[in-house]
């Protein structure tokens, strides 16, 4: 929302910028830029044209000389309306720059040089578009600064307003506040005019407009806005049209109230506001054609379609230069519609953001009035009557509020003259009673709904910061919460193994989940999305893990190691715990080459869960949307609780990153399920003693995990089990490779003797040869 200070002065003293800028943050309303719409435009002046020729090389243009006060200047236009002794906007090729930055520059056209350029509004930004060069229409002194003349030295603040404040999206409702932290008085328009009810017929036959007024008004004279008003209109980001146009922008920008202008001609003697069916072809301002889906209000004249209400009006209801009699719209409507219509026919606009919002119904009178006044002053013609019809009058809420809790919540008594003061000023009313106040609410402040509100209210226009800090209650012991503390303790082990966590929203893009084909559940599709790429509640984790982890990739931090706890919505929501990672190992030793790979990604995943004391199972499967081979499924006890694996190629250029990315993704409420107290056993006083067994393979056959699991059921005597070397080459049959084991042997009640070694590695040798495919090579 943009602010002109210009405009604000008009209802109360702005003072220092500095400070008003800080009033207005602290108030709600932050402050997000100050901007000087205008100060590109340099090296620009008045200067009079002393002559003026026809190109003799071309007859459609014109050869002037201009006189800047400094000295004479050969400017060409196209122009043909300037004549001698006119007054113009001049800047010289030296050092003059228009609205955009663009720099004065000499051109030789059909061989005459130039040394400047007249300047039009639309060069100046005072105008979308200029049929010509700008011309003073009063006498003014040559060589001045044309942003002096002019005005242009204004400045502007771009305000975060938030969507519970509709009444802050007005230069009236920021003077407001402003009059409320300042405790000073402020001024509102208060137009002298007054006009008599008509009988133009209006009909409303839908719940979705609340309030419709038409004021009609005759003998208008539609033509360019004043300067000051295009002005300030251009200021705030809004582009001049013509005088009635220009004149509902501003008592929208000015009240926060939108309005619109029909031209009476186009209108078939009536209005009528109505629901729309489905089908309907509506052609807008912006010359676009929508198709209505039903349940649009409808502006229409019984047969024509003039508007979409809340939104925009229809190109051929318009007004346009021939217009001579208006019909003005000052309406409100239901904010839930125009948000859906909005969103469905994807056309947001000024007046839909405020409608959307909630806009005040009983100010339409003194809408009506200042933009008659505006109207009548700036086009001409007469106000020929209103229609206002108000179906459920909406009347202003009561709400008490009791001393007892603004002191309990504000930790101090607040002065009761000051609670008043404060109300006042906000526009609430309030009558004292024996224990609080009760509080009339004004319309516009629709958010305030019940004494909390009123609290809030009181806290930010007294100073937050100016609010004791007090301990509201005595110390309490927390429970212990074994889920919070089992995800607490993830949270650890995984930061401690470099995994970076991420919070992600809880939408995924239909795109991606499609990549991954049925290797997850379609996740649920939203009825109203924030954007087609956010319109399904995610499946998985991994989708904006992998998002994030390209988004770190395209600004060059490629070792990315992150992870996620988070809930994933299929059947039913379930919480999971997901990691992504790709690049070096460890990217902070030079000595370390390194770079990730499956079986490092999968031993980091086991060494995050061993210190839980979670063993898991891993199985090869081959899934959608991950490399063939290199990807399958965690069992935790027998039940599948996981997936890893290997992104494939489709998807990495999808998010368009070239280096592999190993992705897992674990049910932690299984996990937390299976959790069992840890139990300590002594550690042996013993000797160990290890043996080696080596072993040719069939590729495929059988996996190593099977044989240390065989190796570790073989006796009790067993302690450890590991892989030493996995080797194929000379010496190895094909499609084989071979396989050594160290099993270590130890005994935590006695030193263990070579005969009972020898007879559990013995045991462990017709073990390992009873299965199938293989044979056993050497043993040490």
């Known amino acids: 929302m943009k602010i002109s200070i210009e405009w604000l002065n008009d209802f109360i003293d702005t003072g220092d910028l500095e400070r008003l800028a800080e009033d207005l943050t602290l108030s709600g309303s932050e402050v997000e830029e100050i901007e000087r719409p205008f100060e590109k435009i340099k090296g620009v002046f008045s200067a009079k044209v002393v002559e003026r020729k026809i190109h003799p090389n071309a007859d459609n243009l014109i050869v002037c000389k201009v006189d800047d006060g400094k000295g004479l200047h050969t400017i060409i236009t196209s122009d043909k309306t300037v004549s001698e002794g006119d007054l113009i906007a001049f800047g010289s090729c030296l050092n003059a720059s228009d609205v955009n930055g663009h720099i004065v520059e000499s051109l030789e056209i059909r061989g005459i040089k130039t040394d400047g350029m ?15 060069i700008f011309k003073f229409e009063k006498p003014v002194e040559i060589g001045i600064d044309v942003k002096k003349l002019l005005e ?14 509709p009444d802050c999206l007005s230069h009236i409702g920021i003077a407001r506040e402003l009059s409320a932290v300042r405790r000073s008085s402020f001024k509102i328009p208060k137009p002298s005019i007054d006009f008599h009810k008509g009988d133009f017929p209006v009909f409303i036959e839908t719940d979705k407009c ?3 007024m038409a004021l009609k008004i005759s003998g208008v004279t539609v033509k360019d806005s004043p300067l000051w008003l295009k002005r300030r209109l251009s200021s705030v980001g809004l582009r001049a049209i013509n005088n009635v146009t220009d004149i509902t922008n501003y008592v929208m920008m000015e009240f926060g109230h939108p309005v619109h202008a029909f031209d009476l001609e186009k209108i078939n003697s009536r209005i009528v506001v109505k629901d729309a069916k489905g089908g309907e072809k509506f052609v807008a301002l912006n010359s676009k054609e929508y198709t209505l889906n039903g349940g649009e209000t409808l502006i229409t004249d019984g047969e024509n379609v003039l508007a979409l209400g809340g939104i925009m009006g229809g190109k051929y209801s318009g007004i346009s230069q021939e217009t001579k009699d208006i019909l003005i719209e000052i309406a409100t409507f239901d904010p839930v519609n125009t948000r859906k219509t909005s969103r469905k026919i994807n056309l947001s606009t000024d007046a839909s953001y405020r409608f959307e919002r909630g806009v005040d119904p009983n100010d339409t009178l003194d809408v009506a009035k200042r933009i008659a006044e505006m109207v009548i002053s700036i086009s001409g013609g007469k106000v020929d009557g209103f229609v206002d019809v108000y179906p459920t009058v909406i009347k202003p809420k009561k709400i008490f509020i009791s001393s007892e809790k603004l002191s309990s919540y504000m930790s101090f008594t607040p002065d009761e003259n000051e609670v008043e003061e404060i109300f006042d000023y906000l526009g609430i009313k309030t009558s004292r009673k024996d224990n609080g106040w009760e509080c009339i609410i004004p319309t516009f402040r629709q958010d305030i709904n019940q004494d909390v509100d009123l609290v809030e209210e009181f806290a930010r226009i007294h100073g937050l910061d100016t609010i004791p800090s007090v301990m509201s209650m005595p110390f309490v012991k927390g429970e212990s919460n074994p889920w919070w503390e089992f995800k607490n303790k993830l949270r650890i082990l995984s930061t401690s193994c470099g995994y970076f966590e991420n919070v992600n929203y809880s939408f995924s893009n239909p795109k991606v989940e499609g990549l991954f084909g049925d290797t997850f559940k379609s996740g649920i599709k939203l009825l109203n999305p924030v954007s087609p790429e956010m319109s399904l509640m995610r499946s998985s984790l991994i989708f904006n893990l992998i998002d994030s982890l390209s988004y770190n990739i395209k600004h060059q931090e490629n070792d990315v190691k992150f992870f996620e706890i988070g809930k994933t919505f299929e059947e039913k929501e379930e919480e999971r715990i997901a990691f992504a990672t790709t690049g070096a190992v ?3 030793d030079y000595t370390d080459k390194r770079s990730q790979d499956l079986l490092i990604f999968k031993g980091e995943i086991e060494s995050i869960f061993k210190n839980i004391h979670i063993d898991f199972e891993f199985s090869n499967e081959n899934m959608a949307g991950f490399e063939n081979g290199r990807c399958g499924r965690i069992s935790l006890n027998g039940k599948k609780v996981g997936i890893i694996g290997q992104i494939n190629r489709k998807v990495n250029e999808f998010f368009d990153v070239d280096t592999p990315i190993y992705v897992a993704e674990l049910k932690i409420e299984e996990i937390f399920k299976n959790l069992r107290p840890f139990r300590y056993e002594s550690y042996s006083q013993y000797p160990s003693s290890f043996k080696d067994l080596s072993m040719f393979v069939k590729k495929g056959e059988i996996k190593a995990e099977d044989i240390i699991k065989t190796a570790r059921d073989s006796s009790k005597y067993v302690q450890d089990v590991r892989v030493v070397d996995l080797y194929t080459g000379k010496g190895v049959p094909q499609n084989s490779y071979s396989i050594t084991i160290r099993v270590t042997y130890n005994s935590v009640e006695k030193t ?5 070694i020898d007879s559990a590695f ?5 073990l390992i040869e009873s299965k199938t495919g293989i044979t056993l090579r050497k043993v040490r």
Do not use: C, W
């Not at 242009?152 to 404040?165: A, H, K």
């Open 118 to 132: 007249a300047f039009s509004l639309q060069e100046l930004g005072l105008e979308a578009h200029s049929e010509g």
């Open 152 to 165: 242009l030295e204004q400045i502007v603040f771009e305000l975060e307003i938030t969507p519970n404040r």
């Open 210 to 212: 609340l309030r419709y």
């Open 586 to 588: 460890s990217p902070f």
């Open 752 to 756: 263990l003797s070579d005969q009972e």
């Open 762 to 766: 013995s045991k462990l040798m017709e």
